[in-house]
Nanobody, 116 residues
Framework: QVHLVESGGGLVQAGGSLRLTCVAS????????MGWYRQAPGRERELVAD??????TNYSNYVRGRFTISKENRNTIYLQMNSLEPEDTAVYYC???????????WGQGTQVTVSS
């Protein structure tokens, strides 16, 4: 099993920056892909960005050019968020896909609030 813990959320003014961190433990050597999703009130959870060693990085159109996903070692990913907008306000979740079946694992989520 894989366990994910996020940190780094908070309250920031529009135009500001935050960096989220996700650390995986347990069977992290079986992880094939890691990424960040977000869910705003009343909306479905959506992909923000993901990263693999083979395919590189992938971003949603809403954040491309403002957010950067990166990886350190095999069990830690970051999301650098710049030029934040009120529309970026959401709970941000770390996700890992692992094992032969690409099973999903989610972190507990971290709140990001951007004030105008």
């Amino acid at each position: 099993q894989v366990h994910l813990v996020e940190s780094g959320g908070g309250l920031v003014q529009a135009g500001g920056s935050l960096r989220l961190t996700c650390v995986a433990s347990g069977d992290f050597f079986r992880i094939k892909m890691m990424g960040w999703y977000r869910q705003a009130p009343g909306r479905e959870r959506e992909l923000v960005a993901d990263i693999t060693n083979v395919l590189g990085t992938n971003y949603s159109n809403y954040v491309r050019g403002r957010f950067t996903i990166s990886k350190e070692n095999r069990n830690t990913i970051y999301l650098q968020m710049n030029s934040l907008e009120p529309e970026d306000t959401a709970v941000y979740y770390c996700n890992a896909k692992y094992g032969d079946n690409w099973d999903n694992r989610w972190g507990q989520g971290t709140q990001v609030t951007v004030s105008s």
